[in-house]
């Protein structure tokens, strides 16, 4: 029977979702705040529903989107990434409203959203974890158990606010006296920020490789990986660039990161897709977390696997088992994708919302796919988050790959704003990158990929002068 | 060898012309025309003609100076630092000439000294002729320009201006020439700047004559208009007197007010055994071929009122002057008062302030005057502030007579003498503080300008800011040919545009449709390079619709006597006299606005402290514009 489902997101997600719904002959049904009345995600929806002026404040309230999936008679909300996705609270409530949330249950969101929690999970299960504390006592004797795990693991340690998040309330400490002063600190600014004073320790691994793996798992409990991915390359915790599979060569510490993967989401009685995240040093892996929701560079896997993740992700919401097993999972080639935002990467990736795409031309051909929501003539809302379309390319080999997305990346063309273009250009030149051989502290240790001439060429200025003599049919500034 | 090229010092130079055989000759593309015309010729179009001017082996080519400054970054948007330095590029060896109003430079006002040595300074990089000037032809409203060209070892030319009537004797010349030589010494090439075109050629021959009995070594630089169509003649006249150089232009730029044709001159000399020393006249004609095909382009441009004006010898407007004067009196609706004003009113108009120069500035002052005189109803009824610092001589002493005590009270009231007594006479002008002003340009620019940029902003503060915010936003446009650049209608739909870019890049650019959209946005669209862009032009703002209320002048005034000080009229800001927290008096200058190049100040009306300044140099003004408020001192006091 024909579906109807609801995609509680916008942007790119959006429209990568609205397509899998379509694809399975269901109903697609967008809903936007005001400042998206042009984008395109509502265009290619079958409906769309208005929910507010927004910003941001509608896609996250859960009140007005169940009111509009309701209204509309849906069956399922697919919430995509970010906004609710993670939201234990909204699974809930679509769970109570009889509306199919395409994601794990309200339990397992809130269980693993809360690190003190899934780290007790996890440690039951046995996978291995960057050495921590629990929550820390209060007082004097917080300070003391801290002091006597650093005098076990040594130095550098981070500590970190249990109800902190998105690299907020981390603190680096280097010495026993920075600790002693700053576990206090700590404390009260993790009661200002988080309205919970619970901070513990953890063991700070130095420049480690992100590491992560997709995990499929049905409601009658199989579950399988879809291997690896590396996503190092990172600026403050950003993700910008992720590949598939991870090009660490030693196959056996891989194959031993995915089995882990799978342990640690059966451990967790996970259901649907899921991304399990390590940090990788050297030798040792160790578990981060469990993203509940699809991730931004499913892509990469999805162009070495074959599997469409999101068809699946839908599939397995309305109880449908697996239709594949652990032995069909091939990894073919390589993949790798570059988000395309609009930011100013040598002005710290400032944000260039607000302005118009006045030409945009994107690349094609054999291996590459686009996931965007761009058109010449949007004007990139400067409420929202900067993410245009994701590059992601496919070849047989590493260099074939690399070249491919070199390629593309020479052939993309938008103009208006400033966009990461330039950037991946030097970065796909970095023989580092070449030989797939980066960490989490990449951007940091080459700096001269931010070394570039914005191309702005005298070309395309002279054409605006042109435009304007040819709408004010004289030139202004020559009159 | 008698060719004379870049790089030589004054003295091979005079040198090389005594020992010539001939005369020289200045090709004056700067000067061409003396309407609107003249300021629009691109340098793209003065690069087309560059090779073959070259070959001309002119003495100079003046392509500096004068307004050309001004109008190069507010007309042609191309930096005149860039023009030159491309310019020598292609023409390696002819030396470049610039026409430099002494202590008003480039401008319309006098600089201080220090600006005037940065000023001097950069361009001598480029210029290596130059030619200054003083409408009052006082000399040390020149000196500090002569030090400067000379200090740079660069050809200096001081000029005598010249005009006609009794006072405008041999004698009086011959005099100013020494007045010259005393100051510069006699390593100079002196000039006599006939810019109206006035006199005779029997005139100007004895003029010549009587300088060279005097200075037999001197070499005379003779610079002319044929505004009367009759500077050949006076050409022929000087040359044969012993001038050693004489300026003209390419005839296919020529007619009306600007110089005469290089080849008549070179043939007309011809006739009487005087050679154009170095001259290549094929090259000449083959300048002409090239620019008679870009003249088109420029037709806008060119003056309304063709033919050659003989009355020129009666009202002595310069050529410049004219085009603008007509434009004015067509807008005024006086244009059936023109004979009266030009015949009548300004002949006397220039008899009753002293029978001086009229050249820049000096020739508005008598042009303003006459015009007042004759729409005003009443004669000095209203004199101009240009006018009454004339008056009190701060532009130099009259030359010949002050004007009359009734045209004083007219202007001054009747406590005249004691204004003149106490105001009189030139003011020194205080030092600048340069390194203020380059901050103020790097705050308004967002980065640290080059010197070039600092010294076309210390002439120009806020059209330089806009130029340079302009060629950030569209490149050098002086790549593109006048048929784009000067394009009047717009362009049809299909028209392929070819243009080479400053970096030598090709580009092709097809004018796709235009199409406006729900907001009042205009979608052009082009396809640059193959590759199909949009822009998006806002919408113009409706008249009326989102006006924000406007203040009466009355208003403006009352709300002045308040200490809410406001815009009285339309105006950028170009400078901010005090700060906030500062006590001002009645009569403090607050700040300066600026509008159709004029100044005014902004006086305190009442006293008291200044409270919270609203503006900040550059600030575009509409009438009733907060500026700042001054809290009123306590009335008990």
Not at chain 1, 211 to 230: K, N, P, W, Y
Not at chain 2, 296 to 301: A, G, I, L, N, R
Not at chain 2, 408 to 422: H, N, R, S, V
Request: overall charge negative; charged content about 25%; some cysteine.
């Amino acid at each position: 029977m024909k579906k109807k489902i609801l995609i509680a997101n916008r942007g790119e997600i959006a429209i990568r979702i609205i397509r899998a719904v379509q694809e399975l002959g269901n109903t697609a049904v967008a809903i936007y705040e005001t400042p998206d009345s042009e984008a395109l995600h509502i265009r290619i929806a079958n409906e769309a529903v208005w929910i507010g002026d927004g910003p941001r404040s509608d896609y996250l309230s859960i009140e007005k989107v169940i009111k509009a999936a309701k209204e509309h008679d849906v069956d399922a909300i697919h919430p995509g990434y970010g906004f609710l996705a993670e939201n234990p609270d909204f699974a809930k409530a679509c769970e109570e409203a009889g509306i199919i949330f395409i994601g794990p249950s309200s339990e397992v969101i809130h269980n693993l959203g809360n690190k003190v929690i899934a780290r007790q999970i996890m440690a039951d299960a046995g996978i291995p974890m960057v050495p921590g504390t629990q929550n820390l006592s209060p007082g004097k004797d917080g300070e003391n158990e801290a002091l006597e795990f650093c005098a076990q693991y040594g130095y550098p340690v981070m500590l970190k606010a249990t109800a902190g998040g998105g690299g907020r309330g981390i603190r680096e400490v280097h010495s026993d006296a920075q600790l002693k002063e700053e576990y206090p600190q700590a404390r009260s600014e993790a009661k200002a920020a988080f309205n919970d004073d619970s901070v513990y320790l953890e063991k700070m691994v130095i420049n480690p490789k992100h590491v992560e793996v997709q995990v499929m798992a049905d409601a009658e409990g199989t579950t399988i990986h879809l291997g690896t991915r590396d996503c190092s390359i990172q600026r403050r915790h950003q993700k910008l660039v992720e590949i598939a599979p991870s090009m660490i060569p030693d196959k056996a510490l891989l194959d031993q990161i995915c089995e882990t993967a799978v342990k640690a989401a059966k451990a967790s009685n996970y259901f649907n897709a899921g991304t399990v995240e390590f940090l990788v040093d050297k030798d040792k892996f160790y578990f981060m977390e469990i993203n509940t929701r699809v991730q931004v560079e499913h892509t990469v896997t999805e162009m070495v696997t074959g599997i469409d993740i999101v068809r699946t992700q839908i599939k397995l919401a309305f109880g449908k088992k697996l239709s594949f097993s652990q032995d069909d999972i091939q990894i073919r080639g390589h993949a790798i994708e570059m988000r395309i935002n609009a930011e100013d990467p040598q002005n710290n990736f400032m944000p260039e919302g607000g302005k118009t795409v006045t030409t945009y031309r994107s690349p094609g051909g054999y291996g590459v796919r686009l996931d965007g929501f761009v058109y010449q003539g949007f004007t990139i809302p400067e409420v929202y988050d900067s993410l245009l379309v994701k590059l992601t390319v496919h070849g047989y080999s590493w260099n074939e790959t690399v070249d491919r997305l070199r390629r593309c990346l020479r052939n993309y063309i938008i103009t208006g704003p400033k966009t990461t273009i330039p950037f991946y250009l030097n970065l796909v030149e970095d023989p580092d990158f070449q030989k797939g051989d980066f960490d989490t502290s990449f951007l940091e240790t080459h700096k001269h990929l931010f070394e570039y001439k914005e191309d702005i060429s005298e070309g395309s200025k002279l054409a605006s002068l042109i435009a304007e003599i040819h709408h004010k049919e004289l030139n202004p500034y020559a009159s | 060898m008698d060719r004379i090229v870049q790089g030589m010092d004054i003295k091979e130079v005079l040198k090389t012309i005594r020992a010539a055989d001939g005369y020289y000759i200045t090709n004056t593309a700067r000067d061409l025309s003396q309407s609107d015309f003249k300021n629009r010729i691109l340098l793209h179009t003065d690069l087309m003609a560059a090779e073959s001017r070259e070959k001309a082996n002119y003495f100079s080519l003046e392509i500096t100076g004068g307004a050309s400054v001004h109008v190069d970054i507010l007309r042609k948007q191309v930096d005149p630092f860039l023009k030159l330095k491309l310019l020598r590029e292609k023409m390696p060896h002819t030396m470049f000439q610039t026409l430099c109003r002494g202590v008003n430079l480039f401008g319309y006002r006098p600089y201080p000294q220090n600006v005037i040595r940065l000023t001097v300074r950069e361009f001598a990089k480029y210029v290596d002729v130059w030619r200054v000037f003083d409408f009052m032809n006082h000399i040390p409203n020149m000196q500090a320009v002569f030090e400067e060209v000379q200090k740079a070892g660069k050809i200096l030319e001081p000029c005598i201006c010249f005009s006609t009537g009794p006072e405008h004797t041999d004698e009086f010349y011959v005099s100013k020439v020494g007045e010259i030589l005393d100051v510069t010494g006699e390593d100079i090439l002196l000039c006599i700047k006939n810019h109206g075109g006035l006199g005779t050629p029997k005139r100007i021959g004895e003029l010549v004559a009587s300088i060279k009995d005097k200075y037999p070594d001197i070499v005379i630089h003779y610079h002319g208009h044929n505004t009367d169509g009759n500077d050949i003649g006076r050409i022929t006249a000087a040359v044969l007197n012993g001038a050693d150089i004489v300026d003209a232009a390419d005839h296919a730029f020529t007619g009306y007010f600007g110089p005469p044709p290089i080849l008549s001159v070179i043939q007309t000399l011809s006739d009487y055994g005087k050679t154009a020393v170095g001259v290549d006249a094929d090259a000449v004609i083959e300048t002409s071929e090239v620019l008679r095909n870009e003249r088109q382009h420029y037709e806008y441009f060119e003056s309304q009122f063709k033919g050659f004006l003989p009355t020129v010898q009666i009202h002595k407007l310069p050529g410049g002057a004219m085009g603008s004067s007509f434009e004015q009196a067509v807008k005024g609706e006086f244009l059936d008062q023109m004979p009266e004003i030009l015949h009548e009113e300004l002949p006397k108009v220039q008899i009753e302030l002293g029978n001086y120069w009229s050249v820049t500035p000096g020739s508005q002052i008598l042009w303003t005057t006459a015009v007042n005189n004759v729409l005003g109803g009443e004669r000095y009824g209203n004199c101009s502030g240009d006018l009454k610092n004339l008056l009190l001589g701060k532009y130099g002493p009259f030359p010949f007579y002050k004007p009359a005590d009734w045209i004083y009270e007219k202007a001054f009231g009747p406590d005249w003498k004691k204004i003149l007594e106490e105001e009189g006479g030139v003011e020194d002008i205080e030092d600048m503080d340069i390194e203020k002003e380059r901050r103020t340009l790097t705050d308004r620019l967002g980065k640290e300008p080059t010197e070039q940029q600092l010294v076309t902003y210390l002439q120009h503060p806020n059209d330089a800011v806009e130029f340079f915010k302009f060629e950030e936003k569209f490149g050098k446009v002086y790549t593109l040919p006048p048929s784009i650049f000067l394009k009047r209608g717009g362009f049809i739909l299909g028209e392929v545009l070819k243009f080479t870019d400053h970096n030598g890049k090709e580009h092709h650019l097809e004018i796709g449709p235009k199409q406006k959209q729900e907001n009042g946005d205009t979608s052009v669209f082009l396809n640059v390079n193959h590759h199909q862009r949009t822009y998006t032009m806002a919408a113009e703002q409706v008249a009326g619709a989102t006006q924000a209320v406007t203040l009466s002048k009355e208003e403006i005034e009352d709300l002045g006597k308040l200490g809410d000080m406001r815009a009285p009229f339309s105006a950028n800001v170009c400078e901010v006299s005090v700060e906030a927290g500062q006590e001002v008096a009645v009569g403090d200058k607050l700040v300066i606005l600026e509008a159709m190049k004029m100044q005014t100040p902004i006086i305190a009306t009442i006293a008291g402290t200044v409270d919270k300044i609203s503006v900040k140099i550059g600030d575009a003004m509409k009438p009733g514009d907060k500026l700042l408020k001054i809290a009123g001192a306590d009335e008990d006091e």
